[in-house]
Every structure is written in structure tokens, then in C-alpha cells.
């Protein structure tokens, strides 16, 4: 219920309301302190990004991992976030910063004049998505502000999902897909799941609302306590099938078969999708309950407090990433060698300890690239980019390896974010989801990072379909 134009129906929603909000209320054990680190996953499951939040108090979340979001909308894209919503999002330690203690915190503040401000941060990585016939879920263990009653109305924290094409059209919403995975409004004790597609208003999923379910946070209410939110793409099933989790318990899903084929094709078959986290005020969503939002007697400064975010994915027809360089293959799905570029900035080569032999590209850093030319991805799309990297880069400093096509101003079309391995000759064999390419193209290796320091060595990538 985030990104979209500011065309609720009142009416709508409140049906909607009347039938979803049930207090579900099922005694659980909670650790309302933060966690150490990302907890590991179920067995079967990889965690593939994660960030445990952990860092100087006061500082901003890492930016090899997010991207920060400011003013009151995109450039060139709809006001007010589309939806209405009133603050003005900023990067300052007041309303988005870290607590020192493994935590994210953000906060909505309201100045004397009467302004709000407050924060919305997205992941650099766009292409979350699950391996052919496997399951993706993207997790968060997340306090709601604590905060209720009229104090709380116009608070509207979320953690979401929105796809790829969104980035730089900011026009094409709902077709690209949005997985609400919690929303609350106005310190209700409720978590609300919601599925945006199709087209706006109306279609398959009643938009602008969306098909949405919502239950009370089991044991603890949401806004007094943590509690862990997650999503989950499954292609292993037939038909696939979305699912919402509070604490482990399901409480809303929506299948393919319950979409037309063209509608669940548009949100699913593009790169993926980019991760968000924010605190609005006012707009659509909490004024169609107890409109208008927020008002004298709202109480800025309760933060949404997060623990961390974690993606992770299960099964899938891939098979492993390889630790030694694939056989065969020509073009782009061959073995690519990093030291064999035709252009660099940045870089320097060294002799590698990893198994083959040769070199490798040695302690990149923000800034740095590399070209290969003329790769033929031939008529099969390619979607998928795999890299061998190691590092031995200290304590809090990591970034992107990316993927662009025939210029370095280019959006990258891929992505992983790697941190210390254990060593700058400690090997790990990765795998990121990539934007469909054929054809013949330059390829960019290029390399971003929030930290001056270097923070990753490549031994050689391929592609794959």
C-alpha cells in the first residue's frame, strides 16, 4: 500500500478493514532485546544479502547495502510518494541512524512550525528473486513505533519490496509488482500483508487497496515488542504462490492461479525486486481510517526500531556455484579471466593462490572497473552472473561488485555485495540474478562501495541461463 498515486477509495478499504482485522492472539515466547547477528536460516536455505545493522551509534546504515531516499518523492515520479503522505525524508542522524547496538532506527520528528520529517531507505541490490523452482524469503525482525491512541495517528511504518522496472520510470506501478510484507497504521496492534499488481484503479488486484490480509502480532503487541516478518516467493509449487508470516505463522497468501497469466507475469518475470524500509506520516493509508493524519496530538519521536533484514533462498534446478572455473562453453559462458580485460581503472593484478593458477584482480576499491569486449551472450537470454571473489577487507567495510553493458554510466543490470571472506586469497564462488541479456556487448565489471577502503579480489566470472 506504498507507492502509489493518491487515489484510495475510503470505502473500499474500510471493507476491506471490517474483514481482516481479527485479533489472532496466540501466546509466544519474545526476545524483545536485539539480536546478536542475523540468526543462520532453516536448514535447506541460504541466506544470499543480509545487514545485521551493526555499527557506531549515530551513523548511517551502510551504503554498499542502501540507499538513502530524501525529499517528498522521486525525481520526475508522483508527489508525496504517491500515496499522500506529508513528511519530508531525510538523511540526518535524527531520523535515520544506528543505535550502536545492532540496530536501525527510524524517526519521525515534527518541528516547531509543525513539519515532519522522517526516513525511507532501499537496498542497492534490484534483483531479489527465487532460483527456477526454488523459494525466495526476505525477512525482518522489526519493533513497530511504540506508540498508540491518538498519539500514534498518521504513523505508518512499512518493510516492503517494489520491482526493478520501478527504478528511474517511477510510472509504472502496480504492473511491476509491490509485496507489502508489514504495514501498520495509527499504533494499531496489526500487521497488514499486501499484494499490489495489475493495473491502477481496479483490475485483478482491487487497486488501489491491493489484496491484503492482516492479524494482530502474536504474544506481544506489535508496537511494544520485536517481531519477525517474512515473505516468501515459492516456484517449487504448482500454481506458485506468495505467502505472508508474523512470528512464524501464516497469515495471508495469494497463488498464481488466482491472477491472469499476464498480470503474474509482469511482476514476476523481471530482475527482481529491491527491499524498503520507512516511517511515512499521513497519507492514504492511515487517513482512510481515521483521516486526517497526523494531527495536533500526534507524538513525533517513536522510532521503528530494526534488528535486521535477511534474503535467503531454497532449492531451485541450479546446482551449487562451481569453486573452479566452469568447463567449455564460449562467449560470456565460458570462464571469463578478471585479469583479461581490455581496459581498467584502478586495478592491479597479482598472482592467485586459488585453485588454476593465474591471476587475479587485487584489492579493488570504490571507483574502480574494469572492461571486457565485444562478450556474445548469444539468442538465450543470460540471467544469471556468477563471480569468484575473496577478501580480506576489515570490520564494517563491503560493496557491490556490479554488471553493466556497454558503458559504465549504464544502470547495472546485476549485483552482489561481498564483505570480508576470511582472507584476500580466501575464496567464495558467488551467485546474483541479472537482467535478461543477449546479444553482444561490453561488459563492465564496476565496483561501488560506502568505505574508501578496498574491499574485494576477482578471479574470474561467467554468466549463465
Known sequence: MRSRPNTWSRPRFRTLLSALVVPVMVAVPLTIAAQASVPPPPAGWTTVWSDDFDGPSGSLPSSANWIVDTGHGYPGGPGNWGTGEIQNYTSNADNLSLDGAGNLRITPRRDGAGNWTSARIETQRANFKPPAGGVLAIEGRIQMPNVTGNAALGYWPAFWALGQPYRGNYWNWPGIGEFDIMENVNGINSVWGVLHCGVNPGGPCNETTGLGASRACPGSSCQSAFHTYRFEWDTSTTPNAFRWYVDGQQFHSVTQAQLPADTWASMTSHAGYFILLNVAMGGAFPDALNGPTPRAETVPGHPMVVDYVAVSTKGGGTTPPPTTPPPGGSGAYGTLQAESFAQQGGV??????????????????????????????????????????????GGGVSGLVEVRLDSRSNAPIGSFA?????????????????????????????????????FVNVNWFTFGH
Open 348 to 393: 592491479a593484478v597479482e598472482t592467485t593462490s586459488d585453485s588454476g593458477g593465474g591471476q587475479n584482480l587485487s584489492q579493488v576499491g570504490n571507483g574502480d572497473w574494469t572492461r571486457y569486449s565485444s562478450i556474445d551472450f548469444g539468442s538465450t537470454p543470460a540471467r544469471q552472473f556468477v563471480a569468484r571473489v575473496a577478501s580480506g577487507a
Open 418 to 454: 561481498v564483505g570480508n571472506t576470511g582472507g584476500w586469497q580466501s575464496w567464495r564462488t558467488i551467485p546474483a540474478n541479472i537482467s535478461a541479456v543477449t546479444g553482444v556487448h561490453d561488459v563492465y565489471l564496476t565496483f561501488t562501495s560506502g568505505q574508501p577502503a578496498d
